[in-house]
């Protein structure tokens, strides 16, 4: 009744002076707008929510497949033991060493996709010219369009037998990639930041400091490299490989999302800090930063769950066994994922609906998508206590 | 996804055909197929050959694997059940009980090759050897012979019929060690062999070129005169079963005799299968292959 009454008003005001009785709705039309909008809201609430359908059926389709498994085998086994021998008789699916791969072949994608993704981002939003950005970004993004199968193509094909013949070298080669830069750069802010402490803040400190940092840090930068120059990789198909594939395959993720959150930050702030007399470095760590943070973060978990979905590459390249390298962190083992073990084990044979082998699979994939599931929250938990720090 | 197609297209024959199983079978120019994905290329090159010269010949093949194909032949799906094994006591008794007599057809030899890198020294492993170093009890070439490199050991994947026969016919009830690396099909496990001096791996026999060495097991080399007599020890027949003998002269009786003429042996080699007959004694697989290509 009252709904009545207040559409009523507002379409007097609507129509001003004009003739008040031709608009009045009778209370069949009024009756037939409501009931039109009540549609229409609905109809867009369908159209939002189907996504989110989508995802909650996916989780029903696949949970419900996947309770069979632990219904028929329990969970301790399957979360605790290494044996996979899923064809076997008597079959065994401990799935731990693949727990431990897709963990192991992530960790590694995030040390090569992280520090190169986020500093390339730094890089493009804050140092480039605009004339070399507006050339570099879409190269980058090119690395987003590749197919997955040719990734996994040349890291089976080109990587693995290089990295038999030649592994020492591209081990440090890959060493001086990452830690060349991180170092550098650690050396310029720290020397930087430790320089302002000092009241005159002259070159010679500045200079002195970099060179005491630097000396200690390049000495063991190149220590390392001669270590893994030295290494000889038995088998090209290993978690390195792939993991340095897959960083390179989230690096368009981290990049562009991270240089997004950086460019968001806005000129008021740079400006400001620069007008109160701060160096690049300072206004880059201590200002740029510390607003993208939230933006960053994001951006890594998303690259970071970039590799651990990906499956073409894994399959093809991380060597598929079944065991947790020894020592745990040798990325020069090969490895199983959980991606590939579904991909692979999906399919034709003698697969009886209603088995264990064929319901481990969609344990399996319950458990990756718990992981995503849980990442993403834990992301969105993230920007937004940032954002409430920011405010 | 191959299973859900195989059964629907099972289910569309059925539809089609209106039939289901009966000796006497309603629609002659229809053979329904069904079965191991290993034996699958040959009947599907088996079909297309069979359609192409026989107008009015319908032959659809699904793989959905040996245990399936017999269950659809026994349940009077399918005409002929394709298995890369030999039908299980259970399996007969099923069959007889719904009055389907299951007649075997060896239509060609499966072997399995294992290879090496050329650059490795060894030549001749036994089953045993080959055994344990799969199970990771021989860890280094240095123990059957060759340099001091750790061994790598190449498996397909276990959906394969390659994995299935190769645990069967060498693994026996053992079981493969985790350190074992998996690759999806039989061209990428050669890939990996031919790019890696310590690799091992097992691939079918048509797989074997000049690019890796496939060993001597028992001292027996694998070529097709030993696979086909059976000397070599990691050979295994390939079946079609039907039921009962078919009528001579219709096209069911074609399809499962096939293997017996030149046009079928050529189509089972160019697979890379070997046909059942006599050989010569000849000094390799490569050369042997070479030599008909010519």
Redesign the interface.
Known sequence: MSNQISSTVSLRGLTGQRSRKALLLSKRASRLRRLAALLGHGLLLLITSSSALAVLFIFFFIARDAIPFFKLRGFAEFLSA????????PP?FGAL?IFVGSGLVTLGAALVAVPLGVLSAVCLSDVLPFATRQLVKPVIEVLAAIPSVAYGFFA??VF??LL?EQGGIVLAIAWYCLAAPLAALLIFVLSDMLAARFANRNRGVRAMLALLLGLPLATGTWVIGQHLYAIQI????NAFNVSLILGLMALPTVVSVSEDALQSVGRELREGAYALGATRSEVLTRVVMPAAASGICAAVILGIMRAIGETMVV??AS?????IPKPWYNLL??V?TLTATIA?????????TGSARYHVLFAMALVLLTISFVCNLVSEQVVRRSAMKNR | MRQVLGTAMVAAALLLAGVSANPARANEDRIVVDGSTTVGPIAKAFAEYLMANRPGVNIPVSESGSGNGAKSLINGVCDVADMSRFMKDSEFKAATEKGVMPVAHVVAMDGIAIVLHPSNPVTDLTVEQVRDIYTGKIKNWKDVGGPNMRIVMISRDTNSGTYETFEKLVMSKQEIDSSAEYVGSNGQARARVQSTPAAIAYVGLGFVDRTVKALRINGVEPTRATVASGVYPIARPLFMFTNGYPKLGTPLHAFVTLHLTPKGQEIIDAIGFVPVTCYPPTTSLVEDREQSDK
């Open positions: 290494n044996a996979w021998y899923p064809t076997h008789d065994h060493a089976l094909v693995a037998p038999q038995g088998s090209g198909a399959w093809m060597g598929n066994a079944s065991q083992e090969p199983r692979g084990d999906m399919g034709e044979a003698d697969h009886v």
